[in-house]
């Protein structure tokens, strides 16, 4: 059973315009969120998290949105640029007797169009 | 510079075969985990260990073994028991309540 969703397996975007990643999580007991940014045969890098207690953070272009009661975040790029192409996850940290463990989405790959 | 090392890159395992992945990392993390990405699969957890010599299964632990004697040390053997060991392998390691540091991974292939 999935915990942690992204239903769009890819998004297309042009450059300059805002681009929105969605992730929906099932587990009301998860409590902090990252956003993970990968490219091609390389490992992920971290870009930006959000705690529970938060319902938005910012870092220059990426802001991450989280609606608690619609177990939902999203992740907002602007503007978008053609380096920002690449499979983006989504993970919430575990807890109980697998705290501090990641759980992640599929991914959805953005493409940035010139 | 600080950081974690897999390797090596790129690895090929004849059918029946061992094999084992190296991670390393000298952030002075205390767990560390190993992924396996396959396309459209998102990263699956195979193994984790929050201290040394303590380990513990993810979700797709089979087939597969870990050891972990030293802290910044986390090798993965891929046993012959895994029938579709074909993937990417990605090592992480982190503290308790910081986000996780990945390897560039290791893309395996059985041949």
């Known amino acids: 059973d999935q915990q942690v969703k992204q239903n769009s397996p890819s998004l297309s975007v042009q450059e300059g315009r805002i681009s929105i990643l969605n992730c929906d999580y099932t587990?009301?007991?998860?409590?902090?969120f990252l956003w993970y940014k990968k490219y091609p045969a390389e490992g992920p890098t971290f870009l930006i998290s959000i705690s529970s207690i938060k319902d938005k953070n910012e870092d220059g272009r990426f802001t991450v949105f989280l609606n608690k009661s619609a177990k939902h975040l999203s992740l907002h790029i602007v503007p978008s640029q053609p380096g920002d192409s690449a499979v983006y996850f989504c993970?919430?940290?575990?807890?109980?007797?697998?705290?501090?463990?990641?759980?992640f989405g599929k991914g959805t790959k953005l493409s940035v169009k010139p | 510079d600080g950081g974690i090392t897999q390797s090596p890159k790129y690895l090929f395992r004849k059918e029946g075969q061992n094999v084992t992945l190296s991670c390393e990392q000298n952030l002075n993390h205390d767990a560390m985990y190993w992924y396996r990405q396959d396309p459209g699969q998102g990263l699956r957890l195979i193994y984790y260990s929050q201290i040394v010599n303590d380990f513990q299964k993810g979700d797709i632990a089979e087939g597969y073994s870990v050891s972990r004697e030293k802290k910044e040390s986390f090798p993965l053997t891929v046993t012959s028991a895994q029938k579709n060991p074909t993937a990417f392998y990605l090592c992480a390691s982190k503290l308790m309540n910081t986000e996780a540091f990945f390897g560039q991974g290791t893309r395996l292939t059985v041949v």
């Open positions: 993970a919430a940290r575990g807890y109980g007797g697998s705290q501090g463990n990641l759980i």
């Open positions: 587990n009301s007991m998860f409590d902090y």
